[in-house]
């Protein structure tokens, strides 16, 4: 699976780098999981290391499995999403904050 991970957390007095969110996607992604617990896993994860209640997790792939049932359109592409906090709570800050972050 080819796949793109996009996170975005308030942090709540914990930060962590870019490389740690990297590290965190691929680790989860050796995983024979679902796109939807995968996405879920890494929400989870932040929150519980991070201690904030405001993640969203955006998880892009292209999956070999859809190929090989004969989908041959290779634009084909599941999104799946994950909003933790205020940003399953808070719509006005779902849409304007993470469209603006991921550049929609």
């Given at each position: 699976m080819k796949y793109n991970v996009s996170v975005v957390y308030l942090p709540h007095g914990y930060?962590?780098?870019l490389s740690k969110v990297s590290r965190l996607s691929k680790l989860l992604a050796k995983k024979a999981l679902l796109q939807e617990v995968y996405t879920s896993l890494i929400a989870e994860t932040i929150i519980k290391y991070l201690?904030?209640?405001d993640v969203a997790v955006i998880v892009r792939g292209e999956h070999l499995c859809m190929r090989m049932r004969g989908v041959e359109d290779?634009?084909?592409e599941v999104v799946v999403s994950?909003?933790?906090g205020q940003f399953r709570d808070d719509?006005?800050?779902i849409r304007?904050?993470?469209m603006s972050l991921?550049?929609?």
């Amino acid at each position: 699976m080819k796949y793109n991970v996009s996170v975005v957390y308030l942090p709540h007095g914990y930060v962590i780098g870019l490389s740690k969110v990297s590290r965190l996607s691929k680790l989860l992604a050796k995983k024979a999981l679902l796109q939807e617990v995968y996405t879920s896993l890494i929400a989870e994860t932040i929150i519980k290391y991070l201690k904030t209640p405001d993640v969203a997790v955006i998880v892009r792939g292209e999956h070999l499995c859809m190929r090989m049932r004969g989908v041959e359109d290779r634009e084909v592409e599941v999104v799946v999403s994950e909003m933790r906090g205020q940003f399953r709570d808070d719509k006005s800050l779902i849409r304007m904050e993470i469209m603006s972050l991921l550049g929609k």
